[in-house]
Nanobody, 121 residues
Framework: VQLVESGGGSVQAGGSLRLSCAAS????????MGWFRRAPGKERERVST???????SYSDSVKGRFTISKDNAKNTLYLEMNSLKPDDTAMYYC????????????????WGQGTQVTVSS
């Protein structure tokens, strides 16, 4: 499975971005997938996850502002990010694993290279 993120960029606080994660595997629809981020000097943080059966989770810091979704026909995972804050500045990574728990705890087998999101005040 190869994962390629896109959609990052620089925005002002209050702005929006949509991240995309294109997956190469035909088994994509059976994988749990998620978004993680790492800000400079901080630990990697789970942002949002989407199980193969459609269950979603969000960190408290993004709940109500970010929405995770996927398009199985396009093998693509999305993260719609609204009301962005400077604290959202980080490298965002897409991850996938057939085991939801492994994904949820940050031990997914497959990771993308990341896309940078920078939010200025």
């Amino acid at each position: 499975v190869q994962l390629v993120e896109s959609g990052g960029g620089s925005v002002q606080a209050g702005g929006s971005l949509r991240l995309s994660c294109a997956a190469s595997s035909y088994t994509y629809s059976t994988y749990s997938m998620g978004w993680f981020r790492r800000a400079p000097g901080k630990e990697r943080e789970r942002v949002s996850t989407l199980s193969a059966t459609g269950t979603t989770s969000y960190s408290d810091s993004v709940k109500g502002r970010f929405t995770i979704s996927k398009d199985n026909a396009k093998n693509t995972l999305y993260l719609e990010m609204n009301s962005l804050k400077p604290d959202d500045t980080a490298m965002y990574y897409c991850a996938a694993d057939p085991d939801y728990l492994q994904l949820f705890i940050g031990s997914a087998n497959y990771w993308g290279q990341g896309t940078q999101v920078t939010v200025s005040s």
